[in-house]
């Protein structure tokens, strides 16, 4: 009874015990200069969309056009931190359309780590992504190809991850929601690149509105760390020998951190190596004790990002490879029958309608697409999805959330190709493209029709792409009598 009388510290009074606690882990100089960086607000990141925009064309418009001041983030190539912008950055067409996504610079690092390609036989686990920017990163360096499992064991953050992978326009995917501690006895020694972004303590020392400095119990740092070490096991268990392996965290508590690491290592001494990386770019090593107790000397390969390192919140990561094979307690994985998903792969006949209409009224190749990115063509009664071939040949009777991407819908005589399938390809289109007037850019980004006359070129009914004179890919509209019919999606629609 008597804790209950014990006085509530402030945020600042909170903030204070933390940098207390850290400061002898710190030179002198360099904790002072923590103190003056964690005074300031740091500068906003955008990560492009490497499948949307072209970086080299889209940057040097996008600084121009929005008075952008920008810094280049120097662990990777696509991504700048805003210094100063003629107009928030949230709220641009090319956000509005995922052409690029705004984060902590610390937070593009995780992804950063892993050496990708584009193959089309990599298959990845993101173990808990929601929101999911490092998911949407992990594509971006895969274009696309191979297969991304996308999982979160909320299933409270499904809808918000799902519209952020809708926004990016990712296809070579399926969200799941299941116990991230489940993989590893579920699918032994299966992936090839595995992404541990654990749930965490958020004390990173740069609080923000929408994650402010809070009390943290001994408790709760106890339960945090035994939960992220069981997801460390599950992941390392799911990784392929040899396979890549990111952990990383949004806090600088060493019980979250180089202390996982350390069990890790424990459970499995011999087959567990920390890489050393980003270490020409960034100086940043964990550490090798932290209040009486020692970690394993590897554990100073991993990357302790104060916030002063590169002017972000605090941050942990860490890439692990595999040396050898690991036991595993093979558990009966969830299923459900595919035909219970409702899909069917389409009929040859009618394949070739599609492939057709997209070749006639777009120029657009749909066959090419399914070759290059190794997709199936299925419907639900009048609605038509494109369905990674990886999902259908290895999971197809895991449970999924969200599979692929809506191709679109047939209403009428009219097939309406979906927002998320002609804002990730409509700039590709050599026909069907409807130029908006100069100055009806702001209007129809607010969801406003396009009415009056005009020559449109196309019959009423038509689903045209619709660009500005800039050829930015503002969504679809349908021609109609005297008007054309915004279809922005309300996820897009920008509000006054």
Known sequence: ????NLPKLSPQQLLDQSLERYQPYLEPQAFK?????IETSPSPTIRTNLLKADPKVA??????????????????????KILNADQSISKTIEHRMGQYYIMDAASILPASLFKLDQKDNQL?????????????????????????LTNDASLSRMQALRVVMQNWGAINYAMVNFPGEKFGDWYPETFDMILLDAPCSMDNLRPSPSHPVRSITESERERLSQRQANLLVSAFKALKVSGQLVYATCSLAP???????????????GRVKIEQVLKDVINAPGLISFEGQDFDLQVKNSLRIWPQVIGSGGFFAAKISKLDSVPSNPETIPSRPFTATGLNPLPEKIINFLVDLFNQYYGFSLEDLRKK????????????????DFYINKFQTLPYHTLGMLLGKQAGNTFIPS?????????????????????????WIRGADIRGKFDSNYPNGTIVVVRDSLGRNFGSGKVLAQRI??????????SR
């Open 1 to 4: 009874m008597a804790s209950s």
């Open 373 to 388: 990115y190794q997709l199936g063509l299925y419907n639900r009664n009048e609605t038509f999805f494109l369905i990674p």
């Open 124 to 148: 990845i686990l993101d173990m808990a992504a929601s929101p999911g920017g490092k998911t949407t990163h992990i594509i971006d360096q895969t274009g696309d190809h191979g297969f991304v």
């Open 33 to 37: 200069t923590m103190l003056a960086e």
């Open 59 to 80: 940057m040097p418009f996008w600084k121009d056009h929005y008075g952008w001041e920008t810094e280049p983030i120097n662990f990777y190539p696509y991504a700048w």
């Open 485 to 494: 019919r915004n279809l922005l999606p309300a996820r897009v629609v920008q």
């Open 419 to 443: 927002h998320d399938f002609i804002s990730r390809f409509g700039h590709h289109f050599k026909t069907g493209n409807f130029t908006l007037s100069p100055g009806m850019e702001n209007d």
């Open 255 to 269: 019980e979250e951190d180089e202390a996982v690491l350390d069990f890790l290592i424990r459970s499995f001494p």
